[in-house]
């Protein structure tokens, strides 16, 4: 039975489909009528953000939370601020739609020279940029609009990459037939039973014979939503569990048999005696990048290593191709012996603990003390360079979530990427850890995070610099510093006393202040903990070159020094 619809309502319908209640953005006189769709539908939210970067950056992280996450924005400009964003999106496997309203099809077939445009006519030029950092695209017909919309979000969810759906403004309220729709096709094949069937007796022979086996867990763990599947093989096996830096956080910390974070030269110690000691590795999910691999010095011997992945099993020089690990894991702890192997490792190895003799807020002091005041099942945003690094050895509450962008490494991802956190569960407490330099180029999601009542605790690392710059090279360099901030203002500047923002329901403002000893930083801690209904902000002065040990050792590794 057929019936019809708009093409603008068939593509929301389609985003809450794929458990989407935020749609970032900003508005744009070739979107507008999209975004009356999204504002008039009681089951989404607009996000109404600061610009187009950020709402992609918003986006990335609202995805790494539900799974996947849609931004829209106007044509050409607009899509372009954006683009920084949805490519690290699509660098870091996350399934985020960027939505496009475009110029009318009468403009377009006329050649218009239209605002936005390169005024030469062509309206396909920004489409086909995208391309290029999408799995799947389109710029959408009235004739074919239904089955775009539908392979594009289908393909980006099943790839977990980025989409793009470039939609003309004249068809967003364009009425077209359609028969009864079924639901996507998000679900991936069944892996081919025979193979999968020679992969497994081969992977249980080989954890048999191996008297030291250990796991390594990855980033395509939290991107495939398989953590709940990995963390029963973990306890079904006792096999001591590592996780690499993209794939902090898939693990439960608090299980007996979880050592650390395995990172190649920047490894702790102990941790990496305890990873060369073993006689066979079980990655899953393996994500081999240079930062997420200490500067590609994992060193893992390919002949005692075995590799779950989304596409593949590989079990040493052996490739299994379509053995999925989403499949294939349940199937492997199910024939793992019913009692876990036991493993006498002694203590786990931990960061080198608070020094003394001085009052000032070192990256020892700082990382070692915050977890102490932060909540179970916290989302930690930590930004690129410093605090990234820092929080790979992090000892968070339990349940907590990881936010980083490792692979892309764009400044500035980590404070749009908590407004996309906090919007996608409420219910959880959000830790930003950003520093000033990349603080400057996002500033303005502090806006939005009040308008929105959300209350996440802003950590403002303020070292007057870019650190893991100076680190790299030029540190007496005045392009690795910028203008100094009252960063401890923001919170006033962006309208958190305005009466009218109050009534609107502004974010209630909690302790906003500068904090440069240990006594200050932690009055402060204890006052964020007794109000967490509120935002914070918390302006923490640190030594200008001081740095975590696992920056120190990454940069000293680096090929740009």
Not at 108 to 116: I, P, S, V, Y
Request: proline share 5%; charged share 20%; glycine share 8%.
């Amino acid at each position: 039975m057929s019936s019809t619809i708009s093409i603008g309502q068939h593509l929301i319908n389609r985003l809450k489909e794929i458990n989407i209640d935020v749609v970032f953005g900003v508005p744009g006189d070739f979107n507008m009528p999209l975004l009356d769709i999204i504002e008039d539908d009681p089951e989404l939210t607009w996000g109404n953000n600061a610009n187009e970067l950020n709402a992609s950056y918003a986006a990335d992280g609202y995805a790494r939370i539900r799974g996947a996450g849609a931004v829209v924005t106007t044509f050409g400009v607009g899509e372009l601020s954006a683009v920084n964003g949805i490519a690290g999106s699509y660098s870091e496997m996350l399934p985020v739609i960027h939505i496009v309203g475009t110029p009318s099809t009468k403009s377009q077939a006329a050649g218009a020279m239209l605002h936005h445009s390169l005024g030469d006519g062509n309206f396909d030029v920004f489409f086909q940029m995208s391309s290029m950092i999408t799995c799947a695209s389109t710029h959408l017909k009235a004739q074919n609009a239904i089955a775009e919309i539908d392979r594009v979000i289908s393909q980006a969810v099943l790839s977990k990459r980025t989409g793009y759906i470039g939609i003309p403004i004249d068809l967003i309220h364009h009425e077209v037939q359609v028969p009864e729709l079924p639901p996507l096709t998000i679900t991936l094949p069944k892996n081919p039973a025979q193979t999968q069937e020679i992969a497994l007796k081969v992977v249980l022979d080989a954890i048999h014979k191996a008297s030291h086996p250990v796991i390594v867990v990855d980033g395509c763990v939290l991107r495939n939503r398989c953590e709940k599947s990995v963390q029963e093989f973990i306890q079904r096996s006792g096999f001591p569990t590592y996780v690499a830096p993209m794939g902090k956080g898939a693990v439960d910390e608090s299980l007996a048999s979880y050592r650390g974070c395995y990172s190649g030269n920047i490894t702790l110690e102990s941790i990496d005696k305890e990873i060369h000691q073993a006689d066979l590795i079980i990655e899953i999910g393996s994500i081999k990048s240079d930062f997420n691999t200490g500067n590609f010095s994992y060193s893992l011997n390919r002949s005692k290593t075995i590799t779950l992945h989304s596409f593949a099993t590989i079990v040493f020089c052996a490739e299994y191709q379509k053995v999925s690990m989403m499949e294939f894991i349940p199937l492997l702890t199910e024939a793992l012996p019913k009692e876990p192997r036991v493993f006498e490792l002694g203590p786990r190895g931990k960061p080198e603990p608070i020094k003394e003799g001085t009052d000032e807020i070192t990256h020892n002091y700082f990382w070692n003390k915050v977890p102490e005041f932060m909540d179970e099942n916290a989302i930690v945003c930590a930004e690129t360079g410093t605090a990234e690094f820092a929080s790979l050895n992090m000892d968070g509450p339990k349940g907590t979530t990881y936010i980083t962008q490792i692979l892309w490494g764009s400044i500035g991802f980590s404070v749009g990427a908590a407004v996309g956190a906090a919007m996608a569960d409420r219910q959880r407490r959000v830790y930003l850890f950003v520093g000033d330099g990349s603080f400057q180029l996002t500033a303005q999601e502090i806006s939005v995070f009040l308008r929105h009542g959300l209350t996440p605790v802003v950590f403002l690392l303020n070292n007057d610099g870019y650190l893991i710059e100076k680190l790299i090279h030029g540190p007496d360099r005045s392009y690795n510093n910028f203008q100094m901030w009252e960063y401890n203002k923001a919170l006033d500047f962006f309208g958190a006393n305005i009466q009218r923002n109050q009534e609107l329901g502004c974010s209630k403002v909690g302790f906003q202040g500068k904090v440069a000893t240990r006594d200050e930083f932690e009055s402060a801690m204890k006052d964020v903990q007794a109000n967490p209904n509120k935002i914070h902000f918390l302006e923490v002065v640190m030594p200008q070159f001081d740095a975590p040990r696992e920056l120190e050792l990454l940069v000293a590794s680096s090929e740009n020094r």
